[in-house]
């Protein structure tokens, strides 16, 4: 099945892990007119946000995020959009949107550290010193 790789703000990168998941599927970025619009970005970042998507996707896109992937699906002949989990409130929104019209798979974010499920930390510091190592600190 075809797929398409959405890459958004939180997971613009080559090394996405959906994008790396699907290595011969296009990328598509949104700038996505909605949020935009009520986030009100500085300049810089919209411009940051760009360098990085010109990087990484394959078409840069602007308009409402969920009608723009759902074009960009059916121009492809794709069946499949791939993209990787954001706690972003905005993100489920429109993952939950597209999942009712078209087939979306969420990739896993990798965690940084393996942190068994018995461990519990109340305050940073007993963490850092247990895993910090780890991740080079």
């Known amino acids: 099945m075809k797929t ?3 890459l958004h703000g939180d997971s613009l990168s080559v090394k996405d892990p959906a994008a790396q998941k699907y290595p011969d599927a296009e990328r598509v970025f949104v700038f996505d ?3 935009l619009e009520k986030a009100k970005l500085s300049f810089k970042r ?3 946000l ?14 409402d995020t969920a009608e723009e992937l759902q074009e960009a699906m059916r121009e492809r002949a794709a069946g499949r959009l791939a993209v990787t989990e954001s706690a972003s409130p905005r993100w489920r929104e429109l993952v939950a949107e597209l999942q009712g019209k078209v087939e ?12 068994p499920a018995d461990f519990v930390a109340k ?7 247990k895993f910090g190592k ?3 600190g």
């Open 104 to 115: 979306v798979e969420v990739v896993p974010v990798a965690d940084l550290v393996a942190v």
């Open 4 to 6: 398409v790789v959405w």
């Open 50 to 63: 760009y360098e990085c998507a010109a990087e990484a996707a394959g078409e840069i896109r602007v308009g």
């Open 33 to 35: 007119r909605p949020f």
């Open 134 to 136: 780890e991740w080079g």
């Open 123 to 129: 305050r940073f510091t007993p963490f850092w010193k």
């Open 46 to 48: 919209i411009f940051f």
